[in-house]
């Protein structure tokens, strides 16, 4: 079975160097709690896991079907608890994609795959709590499975 594994270095204060896959990553505390903000705190970490494991995803699948975006930005928040422990109670992502108007069912698709098939980071995160999305394309919201909003474009979705 694969596995992952990080060493995390203590700096001094409250930062933390960690060595992933041979890159070392930053981690620090704001100075009013004794940091120095030499880097982010670990928390939003997860949400970069998130946004950059389902964006390479949609990247990969166009890719493979031959479809290049002209752009592409991920948005992803997190909202807090109210309480301690601080921890997401519901984690939201926004694909914003700019393309060819043909490629648009393909888009879909791919953000679909991604959410439902393909992205471990996503998949682990929805045993603990909603992970929902939109879709933007050329500026216009095609899709979105958040509570309250019934964008769809696609019967597939």
Same mark, same amino acid.
């Given at each position: 079975?694969?596995?992952?594994?990080?060493?995390?270095?203590?700096?001094?204060?409250?930062?933390?160097?960690?060595?992933? =896959?041979?890159?070392?990553? $930053?981690?620090?505390?704001?100075?009013?709690?004794?940091?120095?903000?030499?880097?982010? $705190?670990?928390?939003? #970490?997860?949400?970069?896991?998130?946004?950059?494991?389902?964006?390479?995803?949609?990247?990969? $699948?166009?890719?493979?079907?031959?479809?290049?975006?002209?752009?592409?930005?991920?948005?992803?928040?997190?909202?807090?608890?109210?309480?301690?422990?601080?921890?997401?109670?519901?984690?939201?992502?926004?694909?914003?994609?700019?393309?060819?108007?043909?490629?648009?069912?393909?888009?879909?698709?791919?953000? =679909?795959?991604?959410?439902?098939?393909?992205?471990?980071?996503?998949?682990?995160?929805?045993?603990?709590?909603?992970?929902?999305?939109?879709?933007? #394309? =050329?500026?216009?919201? $095609? #899709?979105?499975?958040?509570?309250?909003?019934?964008?769809?474009?696609?019967?597939? #979705?």
């Amino acid at each position: 079975m694969a596995q992952h594994e990080i060493e995390t270095h203590w700096m001094g204060k409250m930062q933390f160097n960690a060595l992933v =896959n041979g890159h070392t990553v $930053i981690m620090d505390a704001p100075q009013r709690v004794g940091g120095e903000e030499k880097g982010p $705190i670990p928390k939003p #970490f997860i949400l970069t896991a998130l946004s950059g494991c389902t964006g390479m995803d949609v990247v990969a $699948i166009l890719r493979k079907a031959n479809l290049e975006v002209d752009d592409f930005n991920l948005k992803v928040t997190g909202e807090l608890s109210k309480r301690p422990p601080l921890e997401y109670v519901t984690i939201h992502i926004v694909y914003d994609i700019k393309g060819k108007i043909a490629d648009k069912e393909a888009v879909l698709n791919a953000v =679909n795959d991604s959410q439902e098939k393909i992205c471990g980071v996503s998949h682990m995160l929805k045993k603990a709590l909603p992970v929902t999305w939109e879709v933007n #394309f =050329n500026g216009e919201e $095609i #899709f979105s499975n958040k509570a309250g909003k019934q964008v769809e474009s696609n019967d597939k #979705f």
